[in-house]
């Protein structure tokens, strides 16, 4: 069974900073491409950013040059910066990843997200 847990999350004043992390676990799974989404209540789940086991990263277009994507893979953890951080990113930040078994194969799994909450 895969796990993502999330951690990290809290309240920041406009301007400030936080790290989340992300650990995932399975056993007879492998990883590859683990990412960030947010999610306000009632909007549909925005990419915040992504990395692969190779390091190849992607970021959303309005956290570009703010947050940072990071990825520890002897611990399948990965790690978002976050700068600079606006009231309006208010928002649950689930992390997402995409693990193989040889059973199931290539299947996406969420956790179950940490709560950032900005202060105005």
């Known amino acids: 069974q895969v796990q993502l847990v999330e951690s990290g999350g809290g309240l920041v004043q406009p301007g400030g900073s936080l790290r989340l992390s992300c650990g995932a676990s399975?056993?007879?799974?492998?990883?590859?491409?683990m990412g960030w989404y947010r999610q306000t209540s009632g909007d549909q789940r925005e990419l915040v950013a992504s990395?692969?086991?190779?390091?190849?990263?992607g970021y959303g277009d309005s956290v570009k040059g703010r947050f940072t994507i990071s990825r520890d893979n002897a611990k399948t953890t990965i790690y978002l910066q976050m700068n600079s951080l606006q009231p309006e990113e208010t928002a649950g930040y689930y992390c997402k990843g995409a693990a193989m078994s040889a059973s199931l194969g290539w299947e996406e799994y969420w956790g179950q997200g940490t709560q950032v909450t900005g202060s105005s």
């Open positions: 399975g056993s007879g799974f492998t990883f590859n491409a």
């Open positions: 990395i692969t086991k190779g390091g190849t990263i």
